[in-house]
């Protein structure tokens, strides 16, 4: 088995594109058309959908048969009747020696290079990317075809060919050598060293792949752009934020943030109106009053709101009920000197004030032990009107004091100044 079947075999479970490089290396030279299509099928293989291109395999029709003879070969005896090919005439014979060699002559324009290439197509090459031309001369769509005759192991076999079959397996054991085969062995640089039938494919393999390696690299190249960078003004708002991060958003999420909804529009009216302002400095002078007053009136509203909170309305509640308790303790003390024959506005604030000046004046003139009023002289005489004071009057002040000084009142005043 040759070194083609080997790499044949070893290709059979490796990726698409490894397969069909291999078919077109043997074919033909890669040129740029070939890199465009098998990076193409590298895209297919790896999830691209859009990509049409279908691969072909390389298979035993792409190598030189392997025949196992008796020392027999397949020979080459003659090609007959070309169809539709170049200006060769249709019932033309070329015939071959079985043995020895034959040499093929004639004038320019005779075939002879029409008949290479139809060699160069059938059987096996280093060129073999032919495309055998029709006859420009005539308007004849008649298909392409041609009679071969083989011989082997004493045998003739006549086949024929049309542009829409294969080669014959046999003819793909004769090897055809012209000056665009010698390409490979003179004209390119060629270590001089020995190689093993066949290597050189996979050296030509190694050149293919770097080529589409430097396509896709040029390909990525393009979708790493430099992300453009923000003016330092809106680094501390959430768009800043949510850009610096968008490498690692999908597409979905990117798509939805980016939509320019009715909002956004109304946004960007009011900031193009603020741009066109004639006096942007006043617009900001208003802005700031507007602010503060919108912040006044916040204040003001929860202030108000406070008051008829849950628990505002508990603590009126309970105040009221406080109040309406220590009203009617204070009342109660207060009837109890009813026998004093008292005005009217006993017990009120002028009154306390009165009570109050003459407490102050008492201890300021020494007429009190300076603790307790009345005691002492302010207890004989009247503070402000100077005159003797009798029991009853004695006992009045005593009272006066005794109401004076009570919790239940002093609490009844603090509720009332509530």
């Not at 169809?83 to 320019?108: P, R």
């Not at 003016?231 to 999420?253: A, G, M, R, T």
């Not at 849950?310 to 220590?326: E, L, M, Y």
Request: glycine share 2%; hydrophobic share 30%.
């Amino acid at each position: 088995m040759s070194v083609y079947h080997y790499i044949l075999a070893w290709s059979e479970n490796k990726p698409l594109y490894l397969r069909d490089s291999l078919r077109r290396i043997l074919n033909a030279s890669i040129d740029n058309d070939d890199i465009n299509e098998l990076t193409l099928l590298v895209k297919k293989e790896h999830g691209d959908d859009t990509v049409n291109i279908q691969p072909i395999f390389y298979d035993q029709t792409h190598i030189p048969t392997s025949i196992q003879t008796n020392n027999d070969y397949p020979k080459l005896l003659g090609l007959k009747n070309p169809k539709n090919i170049s200006a060769l005439h249709s019932e033309a014979d070329l015939k071959f020696s079985e043995d020895g060699l034959t040499v093929i002559y004639g004038n320019n324009g005779s075939g002879k290079s029409s008949y290479s290439r139809i060699f160069k197509k059938l059987c096996w090459s280093r060129a073999p990317n032919i495309e055998l031309k029709t006859n420009i001369f005539r308007s004849d769509q008649t298909q392409q075809q041609v009679e071969i005759k083989i011989g082997f192991e004493g045998q003739n076999i006549d086949w024929i060919w049309n542009q829409s079959n294969e080669s014959h397996s046999l003819l793909k054991s004769i090897f055809v050598f012209d000056s665009e085969c010698s390409e490979v062995y003179i004209n390119k640089d060629n270590p001089a060293e020995y190689k093993p039938v066949g290597i050189d494919l996979l050296e030509s393999l190694i050149d293919v792949f770097n080529q589409i390696q430097s396509k896709l690299k040029l390909e990525i190249s393009q979708y790493n752009v430099v992300k453009p960078a923000l003016p330092d003004s809106p680094v501390n708002v959430p768009i800043s934020s949510w850009y610096s991060q968008i490498e690692n958003i999908d597409n979905k999420q990117l798509n939805d943030s980016i939509q320019f909804n009715q909002r956004d529009i109304d946004r960007k009216s009011f900031l193009e109106s603020i741009l066109d302002s004639p006096n942007p400095s006043r617009d900001i002078q208003d802005l700031r009053i507007t602010k503060s007053n919108l912040q006044s009136y916040f204040q003001k509203v929860s202030e108000i709101e406070s008051y008829f909170s849950t628990q505002a309305i508990v603590n009126i509640r309970d105040f009221k009920q406080s109040f309406d308790s220590t009203k009617q303790a204070y009342e109660i003390a207060r009837n109890e000197l009813n026998d004093l024959n008292t005005f009217q506005s006993f017990g009120t604030s002028p009154w306390r004030i009165l009570w109050s000046s003459a407490q102050d004046f008492a201890h300021s003139s020494n007429m009190s032990d300076g603790q307790t009023f009345p005691s002492n002289e302010s207890l004989d005489k009247c503070v402000l009107c100077q005159q003797d004071l009798d029991e009853e009057a004695k006992r009045r002040m005593l009272q006066f004091k005794q109401f004076v000084l009570n919790d239940i009142s002093s609490q009844h005043n603090e509720l009332n100044r509530t």
